[in-house]
């Protein structure tokens, strides 16, 4: 039997109500309008039930658990990083480095070795992984298959580490215990892209990136950053156990970073020509489309909350 903080068991009671409505509300429409194709919200909401009682059943069953969780979540990312980006054919055994890179990242998360955790893909790994490509001694496409290589590496296994990390983080508000700051930046940043989405349908009218995201407006983007930061105000010092004012900062940082992570991931799906990352979750697109703000918000947050908040 899992013991949860307080806290928590509101916010997860609160999310398991919200999926009992959208399912509700996907069968009135279901039975209001038959002949109407509601497949693909179906479909994203059975995935959400099946993403949030698995991230759920994880993260409340220890720290460890969700450590290995997160380091499944980074092998997932990278391995679809290179299922849909074009490598050499000699850079496989290069690969086969920067997946190794995977468990010795978060063997210094699991040892809240935080030093080694900071510095060990940005400073060994962009090291090393270029001069095993030399010794490969094919120099033919190098600077651009090192590039891809460093930026897969970094936004796949670096950044999503960071939520790990929070979890090994010693806990301000035991009401929310070791959890709160994680389901703080995960449920904000998925906030965030809902509200930006909402707004922008409301008074959305002139694109930010036109060539990148038509849909991306100032309208969305201003309506979600205020909606977002006002609501990260609130639930800061809930979960995470930050002061009010560092909260709503919280808020308009993972807001605007979330922002960010979207449309880069959208550049990538747009020069590779391809609507989504993968097919690894219905309705959702692959493990990237979920994930693409997360990447943004996730070390942007965990050194803003460290450094503010101890």
């Known amino acids: 039997m899992f013991e949860i903080a307080p806290h928590v068991e509101t916010v997860v009671i609160a999310i398991l109500g919200l999926l009992c409505l959208a399912s509700l509300t996907r069968i009135f ?3 209001r309008r ?3 194709d509601n497949l693909e919200l ?5 995935s959400w039930w099946w993403m949030l009682g698995l991230l759920f059943v994880v993260l409340l069953s220890s720290r460890n658990a969700g450590i290995v969780f997160f ?5 997932l990312a990278l391995k679809e990083f290179f299922s849909i980006v074009p490598t050499r054919l000699v850079d496989r055994r290069v690969l086969f480095w920067a997946y190794l890179a995977i468990p010795m990242q978060y063997l210094w998360v699991w040892h809240d070795w935080y030093g080694m955790f900071s510095v060990f893909v940005p400073v060994y790994v962009f090291l090393f992984l270029p001069v095993r490509m030399l010794l490969l001694g094919d120099s033919v496409g190098f600077i651009r298959a090192a590039g891809v290589i460093h930026w897969m590496v970094m936004l796949a296994i670096y950044s999503i580490s960071h939520l790990a990390a929070l979890l090994t983080l010693p806990v301000l508000n035991p009401a929310a215990g070791y959890l709160g700051p994680v389901l703080f930046v995960l449920f904000i940043t998925q906030f965030n892209d809902v509200c930006q989405y909402v707004w922008g349908k409301q008074i959305g009218k002139r694109a930010i990136l036109p060539k990148v995201s038509p849909n991306k407006t100032w309208g969305g983007f201003l309506g979600g950053v205020m909606t977002v930061t006002l609501c990260a105000g609130m639930a800061g010092p809930y979960l995470t156990g930050m002061s009010w004012p560092l909260s709503l900062a919280a808020g308009a940082i ?5 922002f960010f992570g979207d449309v880069v991931i959208s550049s990538v799906k747009r020069d590779l020509n391809i609507k989504d990352t993968g097919q690894l979750i219905p309705g959702h697109g692959g493990i990237l489309d979920r994930l693409d703000s997360i990447i943004y918000t996730a070390p942007i947050f965990f050194h803003f909350y460290r450094y503010v908040a101890y």
């Not at 179906?42 to 059975?46: G, P, V």
Request: proline residues 5%.
């Open 42 to 46: 179906k479909q994203r909401i059975r």
């Open 29 to 31: 429409l279901d039975q």
């Open 34 to 36: 038959p002949a109407q």
């Open 71 to 75: 380091a499944c979540l980074s092998y």
């Open 254 to 258: 993972i807001a605007v970073c979330g």
